[in-house]
């Protein structure tokens, strides 16, 4: 009697795999509109508290979003090549630690994506220098900054010497507008600016790792290091001070929009207080995100307001 045999399942092209390692860890189409947001948000807030309302839009502008939109690409891959023994462990489903997707496939889309967005702002940008130090950081960052073996075990340094990098990524916008519009470089608006716009990936970063104590594992946290309380207090202290920066700059752009703004501060402050009374009733980090989108979503609402209805 014979038998049917099964057709082998044919093994993903490297467009099929980068297709599903992309829309599982990077995904293209909401990620190049939020590498968009932020190129025109820092751009916008820094002409309009300028004074600037004379825009002069061209391709440059189209380039640095799509220049932040492939470095925070490179970061999410650098990523995942620099944890890859760490995922294997923690994180066996990821798709490089389970081989879904292998180092020489993003490897390839590194290339791929680096040396057209390195070719394009060669050819019309205007800040090449910010672009070689913004890329730079990126190698170093990949490559524990040459300390692996310090850096990894220790959450908090890794912190210090990896997360400036989105600081490095303001600078490369702020420089931009600096430069095209010919701006006095050295001002209280951009040293606020920069700071802002670095501040929500701070609070990302270290909310993101703070549990409550009946909620730990293996998983490294700040609050396993620091304590549940001094982790979500600290976050609580960069969010006053984000707004501390974000108001200055908000203001001249639009009055209305500060009310939002400050509930926005009372709520993830009454939040944060509710939670250190009782951290096992909810976890903490999605309310900060939802805190971090309010700033980013009503920073964008004041540009927008500004530019399509004037100040008010």
Do not use: C
Not at 111 to 125: D, F, I, K, S
Not at 144 to 169: D, E, G, R, S
Not at 220 to 245: C, E, M, N, P, Q
Not at 297 to 304: I, P, S
């Amino acid at each position: 009697m014979s038998q049917t045999v099964a057709p082998a399942t044919a093994r993903p092209t490297w467009a099929g795999r980068i297709r599903d390692y992309l829309a599982e860890m990077y995904p293209v189409l909401p990620r190049l509109v939020l590498a968009a947001i932020l190129w025109f948000e820092i751009y916008f807030v820094l002409l309009l508290n300028y004074g600037v309302t004379d825009f002069r839009m061209g391709w440059q502008e189209v380039v640095g979003a799509w220049t932040v939109f492939a470095f925070l690409l490179t970061l999410r891959i650098a990523d995942d090549f620099k944890d890859l023994d760490h995922d294997r462990r923690i994180f066996p489903h990821r798709p490089l630690a389970s081989g879904r997707v292998t180092v020489r496939d993003l490897r390839i889309l590194m290339a791929a994506v680096v040396v057209p967005t390195a070719v394009l702002n060669v050819a019309v940008m205007n800040n090449l220098l910010f672009f070689v130090v913004l890329f730079a950081y990126g190698v170093a960052f990949s490559l524990w900054f040459f300390a692996k073996a310090k850096i990894q075990p220790n959450l908090f340094l890794a912190l210090v010497t990896h997360n400036p990098i989105m600081m490095v990524m303001n600078l490369y916008v702020i420089s931009f507008g600096v430069i095209k519009y010919d701006l006095e470089p050295f001002t209280w608006v951009t040293f606020l600016l920069a700071w802002t716009m670095y501040f929500p990936s701070l609070i990302w970063e270290v909310a993101r790792k703070i549990r409550s104590p009946g909620r730990e594992d293996d998983y490294v946290t700040y609050s396993r290091i620091w304590g549940h309380r001094k982790a979500i207090l600290f976050v609580l202290a960069v969010i006053w001070v984000d707004v501390a920066t974000n108001l200055s700059l908000v203001y001249a752009v639009s009055r209305v929009a500060m009310v939002p703004l400050l509930a926005n501060l009372a709520w993830i402050t009454w939040t944060i207080l509710h939670w250190l009374r009782d951290p096992e009733a909810f976890v903490i980090g999605p309310k900060v995100d939802r805190y971090t989108y309010g700033v980013e979503g009503l920073m964008v609402l004041a540009v927008a307001t500004y530019l399509f209805v004037g100040y008010f």
